[in-house]
């Protein structure tokens, strides 16, 4: 059944890149103000383009859920960054651009070392539960993580300050997906399990905060600098848990180890690229409203010259 688990999670990804899209598309027009607070949620759901967002990923976590019922962790969160390789260009070209060079190659390094990552390291599956102290120890760890995001996000701006708040965000969702795989398992043996244990209920609150931190990473910066940040630290905090506390297993020996790191190299290298990319930059500029890519000539600026005449 390790297929359906592959398949589950490649289709994830790719709903959560239509999805991160319109929510983005939503989010970049909500008032600064709100930034980093609930109420950035309350006026979002008054908006369409982000209520259709949400139900995209609504089954993209429903894709993900049923992908940990069949694979770990591992090899599940991994898997889920293909989405990158829609979200990119689909934001992009809904803003009227097209990716350069420069931008295609920060997309495909993210995915290539996601890739080279899960290849080398062979996971392979676990137990379904920890021990609470485990537990404690991954809520402190991943806790500190988002603070230090929201923190060093708080003294930037722009693309930088997106990339810092989905640094936090990625890490609530590597959270999420633990916690998921856990609640699935407790379903599994009863209503009355699943209802009387905690894992259920941390997850709705990770969810909330993780769901916070990531509209406003949105809210701060062009998707291209958000969502190849979060597609890289989840799975990263995903599989660290996993190995942590539900005794997944991953390759360690020399060569394993090289392609890892190199894997590694190459995720961080993407991001540096795309957050200094002309046309993210140019993507920051604040506009009236979104469009659908059809609706206006779709280039891509080079630094210095103006931006096209939006039609009337």
Same mark, same amino acid.
């Given at each position: 059944?390790?297929?359906?688990?592959?398949?589950?999670?490649?289709?994830?990804?790719?709903?959560?890149?239509?999805?991160?899209?319109?929510?983005?598309?939503?989010?970049? /027009?909500?008032?600064?103000?709100?930034?980093?607070?609930?109420?950035?949620?309350?006026?979002?759901?008054?908006?369409?383009?982000?209520?259709?967002?949400?139900?995209?990923?609504?089954?993209?976590?429903?894709?993900?859920?049923?992908?940990?019922?069949?694979?770990?962790?591992?090899?599940?969160?991994?898997?889920?960054?293909?989405?990158?390789?829609?979200?990119?260009?689909?934001?992009?070209?809904?803003?009227?651009?097209?990716?350069?060079?420069?931008?295609?190659?920060?997309?495909?390094?993210?995915?290539?070392?996601?890739?080279?990552?899960?290849?080398?390291?062979?996971?392979?599956?676990?137990?379904?539960?920890?021990?609470?102290?485990?537990?404690?120890?991954?809520?402190?760890?991943?806790?500190?993580?988002?603070?230090?995001?929201?923190?060093?996000?708080?003294?930037?701006?722009?693309?930088?300050?997106?990339?810092? *708040?989905?640094?936090?965000?990625?890490?609530?969702?590597?959270?999420?997906?633990?916690?998921?795989?856990?609640?699935?398992?407790?379903?599994?043996?009863?209503?009355?399990?699943?209802?009387?244990?905690?894992?259920? *209920?941390?997850?709705?609150?990770?969810?909330?905060?993780?769901?916070?931190?990531?509209?406003?990473?949105?809210?701060?910066?062009?998707?291209?600098?958000?969502?190849?940040?979060?597609?890289?630290? /989840?799975?990263?905090?995903?599989?660290?848990?996993?190995?942590?506390?539900?005794? /997944?297993?991953?390759?360690?020996?020399?060569?394993?180890?090289?392609? /890892?790191?190199?894997?590694?190299?190459?995720?961080?290298?993407?991001?540096?690229?795309?957050?200094?990319?002309?046309?993210?930059?140019?993507?920051?500029?604040?506009?009236?409203?979104?469009?659908?890519?059809?609706?206006?000539?779709?280039?891509?600026?080079?630094?210095?010259?103006?931006?096209?005449?939006?039609?009337?």
């Amino acid at each position: 059944m390790l297929a359906v688990s592959v398949v589950a999670a490649l289709a994830a990804g790719c709903t959560f890149a239509v999805g991160s899209v319109l929510q983005q598309s939503a989010a970049r /027009e909500a008032p600064q103000s709100i930034s980093m607070s609930w109420r950035l949620l309350v006026d979002l759901a008054h908006r369409r383009k982000w209520l259709l967002g949400i139900s995209a990923d609504v089954g993209s976590f429903a894709l993900q859920a049923l992908a940990l019922a069949f694979g770990p962790l591992a090899l599940v969160q991994p898997l889920l960054v293909t989405g990158l390789l829609f979200a990119v260009p689909l934001a992009v070209r809904w803003r009227g651009r097209r990716l350069g060079p420069r931008e295609w190659a920060g997309t495909i390094a993210v995915g290539a070392g996601l890739a080279a990552f899960l290849a080398a390291s062979s996971p392979t599956d676990g137990v379904p539960q920890t021990t609470w102290d485990k537990w404690l120890l991954i809520l402190i760890a991943v806790g500190g993580l988002m603070v230090l995001g929201i923190v060093i996000g708080g003294a930037l701006t722009g693309a930088l300050r997106a990339s810092a *708040y989905a640094l936090s965000a990625g890490a609530a969702f590597g959270l999420l997906a633990a916690l998921t795989k856990a609640s699935t398992h407790l379903l599994s043996q009863g209503a009355g399990v699943f209802f009387t244990s905690w894992q259920p *209920y941390g997850m709705a609150g990770v969810a909330l905060a993780g769901a916070i931190v990531q509209q406003s990473a949105f809210q701060a910066g062009p998707l291209p600098a958000s969502v190849p940040v979060m597609d890289a630290v /989840e799975p990263t905090v995903a599989v660290l848990i996993g190995v942590f506390a539900f005794s /997944e297993h991953v390759s360690t020996t020399s060569g394993a180890l090289a392609f /890892e790191a190199l894997g590694i190299l190459l995720v961080l290298g993407g991001i540096i690229t795309l957050d200094r990319s002309p046309v993210v930059l140019e993507l920051q500029a604040p506009v009236e409203a979104d469009q659908p890519a059809g609706r206006e000539p779709s280039s891509r600026l080079r630094p210095g010259l103006p931006e096209p005449t939006r039609p009337r």
